[in-house]
């Protein structure tokens, strides 16, 4: 079983950053892709962003403001967000894809913007 835990969240003021990250447990099992989705109120979840070992890519909302990385060697992915606007207020999971595992989610953190 693979736990994923996700920290930063906060109260930030419209244009300003905040950055999350997102711990794996380790096991003996591989992680190949880390990613994060959010999801407002009313709202489905959606898309934000996955790394893996040879790519990063985006939703096309966000592109230029939030960037993912990864610490392979803490098991350890990160969401850098800048810019923030009010509509990026949500609860923002982070999730990670271990070999023959299924997807492995995490509990939330809430993110809002709001002067």
Do not use: H
């Amino acid at each position: 079983q693979v736990q994923v835990v996700e920290s930063g969240g906060g109260l930030v003021q419209p244009g300003g950053s905040l950055r999350l990250s997102c711990a794996a447990s380790k096991s003996s099992n591989s992680i190949y892709a880390m990613g994060w989705y959010r999801q407002a109120p009313g709202k489905q979840r959606e898309w934000i962003a996955t790394i893996t070992s040879a790519s990063t890519n985006y939703a096309n909302f966000v592109k230029g403001r939030f960037t993912i990385s990864r610490d392979n060697a803490k098991n350890t992915a990160y969401l850098q967000m800048n810019s923030l606007k009010p509509e990026d207020t949500a609860v923002f999971y982070c999730y990670a894809d271990k070999t023959g595992l299924p997807r492995q989610w995490g509990q939330g953190t809430q993110v809002t913007v709001s002067s």
